[in-house]
């Protein structure tokens, strides 16, 4: 059973205690977790393997409104819309409303984006035939309603925001992914699609593109989002669009 899943079962005991190599495992995964959500993302390096994307343009780097890692970790709400400085770049920087707004947010896990960003839009962007997608917009201290703001400036027809989730002690770098149609600033969370847990121990970068592609043309056929848009991604007569097979989502209305 323990080579099916990182869970901590079977651990064994000796007397009344755990194993010291299970403790000392345990110790390790908790340290994990605490530097997921502590290490501030390298954005610099980011940024780099980010340029290897050409199609996308140069990443544009913001902060929300939380000054610090402190800050964001006790005032949530600093962390959902940017900063006046970053509103006024991206202002500047946007010169034409995208179909969607790629949206990297550091979230609660740094390692989330330095270890699985680059992967999943490997597999992402070409499913996107006929999209027009925002350069890369690398926020720092963020959470997930940052993309409606950074959505509404740009003029969006939606966002997908690609955010480290809560690091768990088998999961320091999983990977969120919220998907909004028209965002825009003061949206309430049943507006927003959710694909959790992609990583490499996780949901594989290529079921996860799948299904955001799937959300993207989906919401633009039919009008839905958020809980009136059910995931039938996994359904193969409508994946045309990921799979190249023609269908009625392989090409936005």
């Known amino acids: 059973m323990r080579r099916f899943t990182d869970a901590r079962i079977g651990l064994g005991r000796v007397g009344i205690s755990l194993p010291t190599r299970e403790l000392l495992n345990f110790q390790i995964a908790h340290a994990q977790a605490r530097?997921?959500?502590?290490?501030?993302?390298?954005?610099?390096?980011?940024?780099?393997?980010?340029?290897?994307?050409?199609?996308?343009?140069?990443?544009i780097i913001l902060h929300s409104r939380a000054a610090d890692r402190t800050a964001y970790l006790r005032y949530p709400p600093q962390g959902e819309v940017l900063d006046e400085a970053s509103v006024q770049r991206l202002e500047t920087a946007a010169q034409e409303s995208p179909d969607i707004a790629l949206v990297i947010a550091d979230g609660l896990s740094s390692f989330a984006l330095q270890n699985n960003i680059v992967a999943f839009l490997q597999k992402f962007l070409p499913v996107l035939k006929g999209v027009t997608v925002s350069p890369p917009i690398i926020v720092e201290q963020a959470r997930v309603a940052i993309g409606d703001h950074v959505g509404q400036l740009l003029r969006a027809r939606a966002t997908l925001v690609m955010i480290g989730e809560r690091p768990g002690l088998s999961s320091p770098d999983s990977l969120g992914h919220y998907f909004t149609w028209a965002p825009e600033t003061g949206l309430i969370n049943a507006r927003r699609n959710c694909i959790s847990n992609v990583r490499q121990a996780g949901l594989d970068y290529g079921r996860a593109a799948r299904r955001a592609a799937y959300l993207y043309f989906k919401a633009a056929k039919i009008g839905r989002y958020g809980v009136a848009l059910k995931d039938r991604s996994a359904d193969d007569a409508v994946l045309g669009a990921a799979t190249g097979s023609r269908s009625f989502l392989a090409t936005p209305p």
């Open 35 to 59: 530097d997921a959500v502590h290490l501030p993302l390298e954005t610099g390096k980011l940024t780099e393997e980010l340029a290897a994307f050409q199609e996308l343009g140069h990443a």
